[in-house]
């Protein structure tokens, strides 16, 4: 039967749904459908950014791209990021995943995309399909303070809430203050449940009545994942006081962040934490896009990925 590649059509995804959730999710023992994790990618509005190789009205293959727009020193970048790259099991080896990426790259190059970015550990698959690997990102890892909860109240001058039902403009007002690269985000970007967090919240470091500085951390069990750390890194109290809240809430904690930024820095010279590189991200200039040597230096937020 012949392969067919095409975009997704909004009634597709109740189909592919089960066959992504099986694969990355349910499959692997975690919990919160692909759909409910990434809501502005998994939607009938980004439809058309997934790709799919049928036989018939069988899905073979599929994957997901998302258009980002990414801002850098005062530049904007057209950005498509991939993931939940999919073979149906019994067709894998046949080179129907290879083909489907493909084609989606060069309808991505069509529609003006600047870049392309993706997350693996399959860097030999992707680097024959054109995809150059270059990572700055860094995993730390801590314990908590000693009987460390999610009960334990959080500092006066701290508060926390759930990222879905916080004030994401306030958030959008720091980001843009003090940090000199990062995602533009929608509003519905921010309902985001990263893989391998149940839930993620957002701790507010209050000054008055508005939040100075602010940490997005992902649950898991009594696992604090850190995805962000943002204020003003050379006024201490903000991330010592982020940090300390952190630690009281969590037995264990992991960080994700780039080498050398303003929280990762502060971080570094705390007791008791050890880092590693995390080397997965793989880009690919396209439409009239940055050189390479340029985007090695990038780094795309773990909150903002698909």
């Given at each position: 039967?012949?392969?067919?590649?095409?975009?997704?059509?909004?009634?597709?995804?109740?189909?592919l749904?089960?066959?992504?959730?099986?694969?990355?999710?349910?499959?692997?023992?975690?919990?919160?459908?692909?759909?409910?994790?990434?809501?502005?990618a998994?939607?009938?509005?980004?439809?058309?950014?997934?790709?799919?190789?049928?036989?018939?009205?069988?899905?073979?293959?599929?994957?997901?791209?998302?258009?980002?727009?990414?801002?850098?020193?005062?530049k904007?970048?057209?950005?498509?990021?991939?993931?939940?790259?999919?073979?149906?099991?019994?067709?894998?080896?046949?080179?129907?995943?290879?083909?489907?990426?493909?084609?989606?790259?060069?309808?991505?190059?069509?529609?003006?995309?600047?870049?392309?970015?993706?997350?693996?550990?399959?860097?030999?698959?992707?680097?024959?399909?054109?995809?150059?690997?270059?990572?700055?990102?860094?995993?730390?890892?801590?314990?908590?303070?000693?009987?460390?909860?999610?009960?334990?109240?959080?500092?006066?001058?701290?508060?926390?809430?759930?990222?879905?039902?916080?004030?994401?403009?306030?958030?959008?007002?720091?980001?843009?203050?003090?940090?000199d690269?990062?995602?533009r985000?929608?509003?519905l970007?921010?309902?985001?449940?990263?893989?391998?967090?149940?839930?993620?919240?957002?701790?507010?470091?209050?000054?008055?009545?508005?939040?100075?500085?602010?940490?997005?951390?992902?649950?898991?069990?009594?696992?604090?994942i850190?995805?962000?750390?943002?204020?003003?890194?050379?006024?201490?109290?903000?991330?010592?006081?982020?940090?300390?809240?952190?630690?009281?809430?969590?037995?264990?904690?992991?960080?994700?962040?780039?080498?050398?930024?303003?929280?990762?820095?502060?971080?570094?010279?705390?007791?008791?934490?050890?880092?590693?590189n995390?080397?997965?991200?793989?880009?690919?200039?396209?439409?009239?896009?940055p050189?390479?040597?340029?985007?090695?230096?990038?780094?795309?937020?773990?909150?903002?990925?698909?």
């Open positions: 039967m012949t392969l067919q590649l095409r975009v997704a059509a909004p009634a597709d995804l109740e189909r749904r089960p066959l992504l959730d099986n694969e990355f999710i349910f499959g692997k023992g975690r919990k919160v459908s692909l759909a409910n994790r990434f809501p502005s998994f939607c009938a509005a980004n439809a058309a950014n997934i790709f799919l190789a049928m036989e018939g009205v069988q899905i073979v293959s599929a994957c997901m791209a998302k258009r980002f727009e990414w801002l850098i020193q005062g904007a970048w057209r950005g498509a990021m991939i993931g939940a790259v999919y073979t149906d099991p019994q067709r894998r080896g046949q080179g129907h995943g290879g083909k489907l990426l493909q084609w989606g790259t060069q309808q991505l190059r069509e529609a003006d995309v600047q870049f392309g970015v993706l997350w693996t550990t399959q860097h030999a698959f992707y680097a024959r399909l054109g995809w150059t690997a270059a990572d700055t990102g860094v995993l730390g890892s801590s314990q908590g303070e000693e009987g460390a909860s999610a009960a334990c109240p959080p500092p006066e001058s701290i508060r926390s809430m759930p990222l879905a039902l916080s004030d994401e403009r306030k958030i959008d007002m720091l980001r843009q203050r003090w940090l690269a990062f995602v985000r929608e509003p970007d921010y309902h985001q449940v990263p893989v391998p967090a149940e839930d993620v919240d957002v701790l507010l470091w209050m000054q008055g009545r508005d939040p100075a500085a602010y940490a997005l951390v992902g649950r898991k069990g009594d696992t604090g850190v995805y962000e750390m943002v204020g003003d890194a050379d006024g201490q109290d903000a991330f010592a006081a982020l940090w300390s809240a952190i630690r009281a809430r969590y037995r264990n904690i992991v960080i994700n962040d780039r080498a050398g930024s303003p929280a990762q820095a502060w971080l570094a010279r705390q007791p008791g934490l050890t880092w590693e995390k080397a997965l991200a793989m880009w690919r200039p396209l439409a009239h896009g050189e390479m040597a340029e985007m090695a230096q990038w780094h795309i937020p773990y909150f903002d990925r698909i």
